[in-house]
């Protein structure tokens, strides 16, 4: 479920030091930004936002399929 994910990305970026990889995904994800308007909010290269919503997508999915 989506706050669940939410959850975990928010969870994963505090407890893993990826705190900026979890604001992108949020961003990305949850608010639907575009990566040019994300990199823009978070300071850094579209370059790098694309690194961390790849790195952070596949992050999630792997929470959201593994098995409690």
Same mark, same amino acid.
């Given at each position: 479920?989506?706050?669940? =994910?939410?959850?975990?990305? @928010?969870? /994963?970026?505090?407890?893993?030091?990826?705190? $900026?990889?979890? +604001?992108?995904?949020?961003?990305?994800?949850?608010? =639907?930004?575009?990566?040019? @308007?994300? /990199?823009?909010?978070?300071?850094?290269?579209? $370059?790098?936002? +694309?690194?961390?919503?790849?790195?952070?997508?596949?992050?999630?999915?792997?929470?959201?399929?593994?098995?409690?």
């Amino acid at each position: 479920d989506v706050d669940q =994910g939410a959850g975990r990305v @928010e969870l /994963a970026g505090d407890l893993l030091g990826h705190a $900026r990889q979890a +604001e992108v995904v949020e961003l990305r994800l949850f608010a =639907g930004m575009k990566p040019d @308007e994300v /990199a823009e909010i978070v300071g850094v290269s579209r $370059r790098s936002v +694309e690194s961390d919503w790849t790195h952070g997508r596949a992050w999630l999915k792997a929470e959201l399929t593994r098995q409690p």
